[in-house]
């Protein structure tokens, strides 16, 4: 039976508000190309509504409604939330691989993944009424110090489409919890869940302002509301080029930002790993969400001594890979989102092979799959470290790989980006995987195993992969700001000026 594309509006101050100018973007679904809807198109008009319903929801009873109360009362709309999306689960799980090409059973997990972090940011929320005023041991007895931790205000978050929901989760969650009032830009290309949300959020009953969501494109939608004078902080994740951007319109306005941005990870394996389990977490890191991952480890860097054998076994692996539309059961490798990022791939590979490259498996449509934006698991070999797939994100189920003769050479190899999102290091030697991951310049290193994330551990990177950490209690750290309160208790003058004698 087909799946019904419910039709929304943008969600502002708690209701369904058509677009101000009325556009609409169709929906692709991109196993099958087929239009199988619309979502509605936000600009600037309906950001400067947004804004203003998130400045009225903050400011509202002052601030008992929302900023200024307990955590404990937030906590219970985000429970609430996340009792919700987990009542929806099948339906929601459904919808977002139609929306991305994600295998479903990959939206099924992603799902579950989203009520957690509400659930997980409301004990956060409650725990925050108990570190509110926390003294500050001072040298000074005439004086006495606590700290404030206080909402940011309003937030601007801009999501990509490779986590449709959850990344939207990782982001709202934390601002909500903190006291913020927020405005959701996800992405135009997989937008379906987080017009969702807000169906949530009006069963919910959560306060109206308080979560506003435009879905359109970058430059109508995203570009207004980071730029926006009364958006207090933006939060994107997303390409390194649009993240630049962002930052430099935040920057005219001193506007703090966090920056979750592109990656070129490493995984080196070293020739004492099991290498049955070295390949198959070598394919999960590159080919889960169909290579979609800022985070994928794209690089196979292996030792020369068992490089022959790993890539006879890499191969096989690939080869038993499931590619098909993404609601087939055992589906493990969909289409790419979009014909953009489907032309933008072959692209990366017709160039590895015009600049000397080999094509070792996959590379192109698979033979089965005659419609929808499909690109078989591809390896690239004779690879040198200056060449474009070596150093660019491809953003797709490419694997590129060169082998190492020392733990020196495997290093250099692994540092040898502008990016810094993640690193991955197999080894059954303890004190090398330590040693290495110690080394590694990247903010997410995973020893044994590639791409893991808890709600409960930092997510973020360095260099041009951005800064800031979401996740944990850095995720909620992320949308609260830290006021000093300092009071002088002493009875006595303070007396460093000298007193005028009195009439």
């Known amino acids: 039976m087909a799946i019904q594309i419910p039709n929304r509006q943008l969600f502002i101050d708690g209701e369904w508000r058509e677009p101000a100018l009325k556009k609409r ?3 692709i679904n991109p196993a099958t190309e087929e239009t199988i809807g619309d979502i509605p198109a936000a600009t600037a008009e309906d950001v400067e509504i947004a804004v203003e319903a998130a400045r009225k929801a903050l ?4 601030g008992r409604d929302w900023s200024s109360a307990s955590g404990v009362v937030r906590a219970k709309y985000l429970r609430a939330i996340a009792s919700k999306i987990k009542e929806r689960k099948s339906e929601l799980s459904k919808l977002e691989a ?6 479903l059973d990959e939206t099924a997990s992603d799902i579950d993944e989203v009520a957690g972090c509400f659930e997980y940011y409301a004990g956060l929320a409650e725990g925050l009424d108990a570190k509110q005023k926390a003294p500050i041991s001072l040298p ?3 004086f006495k110090s606590h700290v404030l931790q206080e909402p940011i205000g309003v937030v601007g978050l801009i999501t990509a489409w ?18 913020c009032a927020a405005i959701l830009k996800p992405s135009e290309l997989a937008s379906i869940t987080c017009l969702e949300l807000a169906e949530v959020c009006i069963k919910v009953g959560l306060p109206p302002g308080v979560l506003n969501i435009l879905t359109g494109l970058g430059q109508e939608a995203g570009a207004p509301l ?6 207090d902080k933006v939060a994107f994740t997303g390409s390194t080029i649009t993240g630049s951007k962002i930052m430099a319109a935040a920057a005219q306005l001193v506007k703090p930002v966090s920056l979750e941005l592109g990656g070129k990870s490493p995984i080196v394996v070293f020739e004492d790993v099991d290498i049955e389990k070295a390949v198959e977490w070598t394919c999960f890191g590159i080919f889960l969400t169909n290579g979609q991952i800022c985070s994928a480890t794209s690089r196979l860097i292996v030792h020369e001594r068992i490089a022959a054998e790993f890539m006879d076994r890499l191969s096989k692996w690939c080869k038993n890979i499931k590619v098909s539309d993404p609601m087939d059961e055992g589906c493990r490798l969909g289409p790419v989102v979009s014909r953009g990022q489907y032309e933008k791939i072959l692209k990366f590979i017709s160039t590895a092979k015009s600049e000397g490259a080999k094509v070792a498996f996959g590379g192109g449509r698979p033979e089965h799959l ?4 499909f690109i078989e698991p591809t ?12 150093r660019e994100e491809v953003f797709g189920p490419v694997l590129c790989v060169k082998t190492f003769g020392s733990e020196e050479e495997a290093l250099e190899l692994a540092n040898d980006t502008y990016y810094g999102l993640g690193a991955a290091v197999m080894s059954k030697d303890s004190e090398r995987c330590e040693r290495f991951s110690k080394a590694l310049q990247a903010g997410i290193v995973w020893i044994n195993c590639s791409q893991p994330s808890f709600i409960q551990a930092p997510w973020g990177g360095i260099k041009r992969s951005g800064f800031g950490r979401e996740l944990g209690e850095w995720g909620l750290h992320l949308y609260l700001s830290v006021k000093q309160v300092t009071q002088y208790v002493s009875d006595q003058p303070w007396g460093w000026f000298k007193s005028p004698s009195k009439p």
């Open 370 to 373: 005659k419609k929808g934006f």
């Open 226 to 231: 980071a730029s926006h004078p009364h958006v």
């Open 140 to 142: 000074a007895e005439n």
């Open 162 to 179: 490779n986590y449709p929901l959850l990344m939207a989760a990782w982001k709202v969650a934390p601002a909500l919890a903190a006291g």
């Open 25 to 27: 973007i169709p929906i």
């Open 379 to 390: 390896i690239i070999t004779d690879v040198t470290a200056s060449m474009q797939i070596w």
């Open 59 to 62: 400011a509202r009873n002052k």
């Open 98 to 103: 139609i929306d991305s090409g994600k295998p």
